[in-house]
């Protein structure tokens, strides 16, 4: 018989220990591997830095292409025109609110959109009151809401501000989003304001406010190119809009004789190579750097041609020192931006620059306006 046997565990084999010893870095490795890595987040993070900050201003322009299409939307149901918040006829009465509402008409109100609080369905704008031959609307406010309908204030309290300020009012927003509180009326750098509006994005809301506060939109316009041309012309000098009767009538686009040279909405704000975000040179301490106040500064613009590009604050300021060296005698401002408005040789709000040697107020005061330029070209 063939016996069996139980309990085999391996087959020829027999069994043994081995001790493997196993060691740790020493200090001098793990120094080296920090240093390493050190390098690496050294090497890495400005890179990842610039990506990023060229993905905010990439989305900055395109918040651009789509305006410039709101433009050509509004315009194409405005006979072409730029948009304008005042009536055309504003100068017959010397640029006079109250006279205007007790003589002439009284004018679409200057509104911001609807919101709902409760049950309630409210209207926001800045209204003139129910003076004069608005009596019949019983509208509340009054004519201190006059400066948001003209392009820019140029003397008085309100001096600097206007409705070149925001293209965010129902009147034109209904082109974009009918929503003041757009994100696209916000560059993703512009993160003083998009502090206060970004919590109004995800409501249904065209406007909403809490306890009366407002951001106004990034962009901007050219206040100059809102005016009729002869507002600040360079042959015979600035003329105040009150003393022409169409001075406050907003020419059309095809007017424009250099649209691929003349800005049409730019970054308000210094957003590019800024130093800082709060402008001390302001009272108050909330209001921010303009486009103009840095010579590193390079907002983000559309053209009137449609074409959208960064352009930098030396470009201005080279292209005016060019055109001037080239004036005709006959001009009574030679630069590309006119020195003879009531904001005087600083310009818009000059004398608060960040850089003693930045000076420009290029797209705000282009001599000529909407026929100007802003810029010259090739070099």
């Known amino acids: ?38 390098l690496l987040i050294a090497i890495l993070l400005p890179a990842i830095g610039k990506a990023r900050d060229a993905a905010l201003v990439t989305q900055s322009l395109a918040n651009l292409r789509n305006l410039s299409a709101a433009n050509a939307a509004y315009g194409a149901d405005w006979s072409d ?24 008409a009284c004018p679409p109100q200057q509104l911001l959109g609807w919101s709902t609080q409760g049950s309630a369905s409210i209207m926001w704008g800045y209204f003139l009151g129910s003076t004069g031959l608005c009596a019949q609307y019983a509208y509340t406010g009054n004519c201190g809401n006059w400066s948001t309908y003209k392009p820019i204030e140029f ?16 009147a034109f927003a209904s082109y974009v989003g009918n929503r003041f509180y757009d994100p ?14 970004e919590k109004y994005f995800s409501l249904a809301d065209q406007f909403a406010s809490e306890n009366s506060e407002i951001s106004y939109s990034t962009y901007c316009w050219s206040p100059a190119a809102m005016y009729a041309p002869d507002v600040m012309s360079s042959t015979y000098g600035f003329k105040n809009p009150n003393s022409l009767p169409a001075g406050y009538r907003s020419p059309a686009v095809g007017m424009a004789t250099y649209p691929d ?20 040179n302001f009272a108050g301490g909330l209001e921010p750097w303009y486009f103009n106040h840095g010579y590193n500064s390079a907002p983000a613009t559309l053209f009137f041609d449609g074409h959208v590009a960064m352009m930098g604050v030396t470009d201005a300021m080279e292209a005016d020192v060019r055109v001037k060296q080239t004036a005709p005698a006959t001009a009574v401002e030679k630069g590309l931006w006119h020195r003879g408005t009531t904001f005087g040789a600083n310009g818009y709000f000059g004398a608060q620059s960040y ?23 090739g070099k």
């Open 1 to 38: 018989m063939q016996g069996t046997t139980s309990g085999r565990t391996g087959f020829g084999q027999s069994s043994f220990s081995r001790t493997r010893v196993q060691g740790g870095f020493t200090i001098v490795e793990l120094l080296v591997v920090v240093s390493i890595i050190a």
């Open 184 to 197: 696209v009326f916000w560059a993703p750098k512009d993160k003083q304001n998009l502090a206060i509006a």
């Open 261 to 280: 040279l003349k800005t049409r909405m730019l970054e308000h704000q210094w957003l590019q190579n800024t130093e800082s975000t709060i402008n001390p």
């Open 355 to 377: 850089d003693f040697y930045v000076d420009t107020s290029y797209h705000i005061l282009t001599a000529d306006g909407i026929q100007g330029r802003d810029t010259a070209g």
């Open 81 to 104: 025109r730029q948009f304008t918040a005042i009536p055309d006829d504003a100068g017959l009465v010397a640029g006079n609110c109250g006279t205007y509402l007790s003589t002439v």
């Open 155 to 170: 003397t008085g309290v309100n001096q600097g501000f206007g409705s070149f300020r925001m293209p965010n009012v129902k």
